[in-house]
Structure formats: structure tokens, C-alpha cells
Nanobody, 120 residues
Framework: QVQLVESGGGLVQPGESLRLSCAAS????????MGWFRQAPGKQREFIAY???????NYADSVKGRFTISRDVAKNTVYLQMNSLKPEDTAVYYC??????????????WGQGTQVTVSS
């Protein structure tokens, strides 16, 4: 099993920044991706960004140029630096980890979510 613990959410004004963190622990595989999704009230969960264990990244168009994902491999932690926040960024942000297991299958894990509210 894998546990993901997020931190760093909060209330900010438009244009401000926040950094989210997600620490993974448990039965970790070296072949993995870690990333972030978000879900606003009344909407489906949507992809934000991910980074593979090889360092490849991908971002949703809505956050390109404003959000940056990074990883500390030694700490099994992924970060999401969010700049120039907008009210439409308000959502619960979820950490995700997908990893290849010993049997070759892929397992997906989710954090508990952290609230980000952007409001004046």
C-alpha cells in the first residue's frame, strides 16, 4: 500500500501564489508518475500536471505558464508551485501516484485532497 499526504492549500487573493506538497510513503516502486488533479464544486475531477520518475512533465493547458511541478526523489515528494492564481483555480487539489507493481500491473493512489480557494 501507498499513502499520500498533501499539504499547502489555503485561501489566497487573485494573483498570489501557493505551493502544494505531497509526500508518498509505503510500498513505493521506482517506476512511477506523480501528479495533481483538482475538482471544483459541481465539476468533474480534472488533470493538472504530472511528472514521471524519469523527469518528463505534462500540464493541462489551463495552467501552463502559471503552475510548475517538481519532485524531490529522495523525499518521495512532489510539489506544485502555483503562481498568478485565479478564482477559477479554486478547487480541492488531489495528489496522484501511479506506479508499476512487481507483477507488472499499474496501481493508482490518491491523497485526501487539500482545498485551494482564490478569492478577493
Amino acid at each position: 500500500q501507498v499513502q499520500l499526504v498533501e499539504s499547502g492549500g489555503g485561501l489566497v487573493q487573485p494573483g498570489e501564489s501557493l505551493r502544494l506538497s505531497c509526500a508518498a510513503s509505503g510500498s513505493l516502486s521506482s517506476i512511477n508518475t506523480m501528479g495533481w488533479f483538482r475538482q471544483a464544486p459541481g465539476k468533474q475531477r480534472e488533470f493538472i500536471a504530472y511528472m514521471s520518475s524519469g523527469g518528463n512533465t505534462n500540464y493541462a493547458d489551463s495552467v501552463k505558464g502559471r503552475f510548475t511541478i517538481s519532485r524531490d526523489v529522495a523525499k518521495n515528494t512532489v510539489y506544485l508551485q502555483m503562481n498568478s492564481l485565479k478564482p477559477e483555480d479554486t478547487a480541492v487539489y488531489y495528489c496522484h501516484r501511479g506506479q508499476e507493481e512487481l507483477d507488472g500491473g499499474v496501481q493508482h493512489y490518491w491523497g485526501q485532497g487539500t482545498q485551494v480557494t482564490v478569492s478577493s
